[in-house]
């Protein structure tokens, strides 16, 4: 049985009925609903060759000391910006050697960027 007492089970299908049809009434309209988007295999760069296997689509963790996020995968790629100590990286893909990480950055300053960082400086985060 449901937790929700009997006006809160109510609110909460009205404003699911509320938000099937206004996405109904956009596309009727002609208008464009937009979604965020995620990665995908597909979407990932041609140097991940071992994309994660984890039930969200990549491993949480952080950064063990101050490093470069890069645009490619090694030190002759341009840096992206400077991750702090301890900054949060979803993982998403390695390439052939794990040596690089691709993902998107969770905190600090390079917060929503994405890029490549040595797994050197990596360690993932339980939980």
């Keep these: 049985m449901s937790t929700l007492h009997r006006p809160h089970r109510r609110l909460a299908r009205r404003m699911r009925q509320t938000a099937a049809v206004s996405a109904v009434s956009i596309a009727l309209a002609g208008g464009v609903l937009a979604v965020a988007p995620t990665a995908s295999a ?3 760069p041609k140097a991940c060759v071992h994309v994660s296997k984890s039930k969200h689509g990549y491993t ?3 950064t063990t000391t101050a490093v470069n996020l890069r645009t490619g995968p090694g030190t002759k790629y341009a840096s992206r910006g400077i991750l702090a100590k301890r900054t949060g990286f979803q993982n998403w893909c390695q390439t052939k050697n794990y040596d690089w990480a691709y993902g ?24």
């Design 104 to 127: 998107k950055v969770t905190s600090g300053q390079n917060r929503g960027k994405w890029g490549w960082v040595s797994t050197d400086y990596l360690v993932w985060v339980l939980g």
């Design 60 to 62: 949480t963790e952080r």
């Design 42 to 44: 597909s979407s990932l």
